[in-house]
């Protein structure tokens, strides 16, 4: 069964860069399958960020577009999310999970970013 | 303002039936599949349906899902009171090309 864990620091400051890796055990990152960032600012809903598939392939939220990059590393099987130029409204609980189109089959346990100086 | 329009609650006793409504438009879930959510405080989401009305593998059969042209609907039957959690609804949206979901729905079993 497929284990997803997240980590990263908890306080980033605003302006700068928050940056997460998702870690993949009990199964390869390279197999047949999206690896994905979704987020949920406190007490809000889910906001989808964007994913990656092992060859490298990316689809990103328009809306954050320009601030984000996901990236994979097949030697250490696991996925990275970096989002520049944070703000407050960036402070959310971080996701990773396996799957697409709205389909995520495995998640993390998700990790507390906030945005504070 | 989300995407897709869930009602914010709901609610039944123990034992009773319930639905939750996912409304949305042409370029979601009237041209895609729709997957459904399970969020317990503090946990991650949990996936309960997928493309509209399968069951992932250990999901009992009193959560079922639905579709119909632009809205989506999950049932649950057999209340529990683990069964109190937020519900979200999830799909593609081709004109947004983003993965948009519901605002959740809080369920509470009285």
């Known amino acids: 069964q497929v284990q997803l864990q997240e980590s990263g620091p908890g306080l980033v400051k605003p302006s700068g860069t928050l940056s997460l890796t998702c870690a993949v055990s009990?199964?390869?990152?390279?197999?047949?399958?999206?690896w994905t960032w979704v987020r949920q600012s406190p007490g809000k809903g889910l906001e989808w960020i964007g994913e990656i598939y092992h060859s490298g392939s990316t689809n990103y939220n328009p809306s954050l577009r320009s601030r984000v990059i996901i990236s994979v590393d097949k030697s250490k099987n696991q996925f990275s999310l970096r989002l520049t130029s944070v703000t407050a409204a960036d402070t959310a609980v971080y996701f990773c999970?396996?799957?697409?189109?709205?389909?995520?089959?495995?998640w993390g346990q998700g990790t507390l970013v906030t945005v504070s100086s | 303002q989300s995407v897709l329009t869930q009602p914010p609650s709901v609610s039944a006793a123990p034992g009773q039936k319930v639905t939750i409504s996912c409304s949305g438009s042409?370029?979601?879930?009237?041209?895609?599949?729709v997957s459904w959510y399970q969020q317990l405080p503090g946990t991650a989401p949990k996936l309960l349906i997928f493309d509209n009305n399968q069951r992932p593998s250990g999901i009992p059969d009193r959560f079922s899902g639905s579709k119909s042209d632009t809205s989506a609907t999950l049932g649950i039957t057999g209340l529990q009171t683990g069964d109190e959690a937020d519900y979200y609804c999830g799909t593609w949206d081709i004109s947004l090309t983003t993965v948009v979901f519901g605002g959740g729905t809080k369920l509470t079993v009285l």
């Open positions: 009990g199964g390869s990152i390279s197999s047949d399958n999206w």
């Open positions: 999970a396996k799957g697409q189109l709205g389909r995520f089959d495995y």
């Open positions: 042409r370029s979601n879930i009237g041209n895609n599949d």
